[in-house]
């Protein structure tokens, strides 16, 4: 299986939305977590990085394009 290419500041589509409706997620910080902050509520929370690539759908924004 390959592994999804992700890089911090990029913006992320999850698989589940956050409980304020958003499903965009910015990626805040990398190591074995990952921690991400909700793009429309500024929460942030903080999983595995295992359980964070079964979860990501597509990055949408990478962020060398902002």
Wanted: aromatic share 4%; glycine share 4%; charged share 35%.
């Amino acid at each position: 299986m390959e592994r999804k290419q992700f890089a911090l500041g990029d913006v992320v589509q999850m698989k589940k939305p956050h409980p304020c409706g958003a499903n965009e997620w910015e990626v805040i910080r990398m190591g074995a977590d990952i921690r991400m902050k909700c793009v429309q509520c500024q929460r942030s929370v903080m999983i595995p990085r295992s359980q964070f690539e079964r979860q990501m759908r597509k990055i949408l924004r990478k962020a060398d394009e902002v």
